[in-house]
């Protein structure tokens, strides 16, 4: 993800206006992704169950 923010901003810096828009949109559907894989992985640790200890 952190990737794909460095590839954005470098085109970025060489693209029109239009370029640009797409390019934060992609960045920022990088970051829900992120997110979206955060909140999926929490909710996989929720729903284990916590094994007893022998």
Same mark, same amino acid.
């Given at each position: 993800?952190? $990737?794909?923010?460095?590839?954005? $901003?470098?085109? =970025?810096? #060489?693209?029109? =206006?239009?370029?640009?828009?797409?390019?934060?949109?992609?960045?920022?559907?990088?970051?829900? #992704?992120?997110?979206?894989?955060? /909140?999926?992985?929490?909710? /996989?640790?929720?729903? =284990? &169950?916590?094994? &007893?200890?022998?």
């Amino acid at each position: 993800s952190q $990737q794909s923010t460095v590839n954005s $901003q470098q085109s =970025t810096v #060489k693209s029109t =206006t239009g370029e640009r828009a797409s390019c934060q949109l992609s960045t920022i559907d990088c970051q829900l #992704k992120t997110i979206d894989f955060q /909140l999926s992985t929490q909710n /996989l640790k929720l729903k =284990t &169950p916590k094994l &007893p200890n022998f």
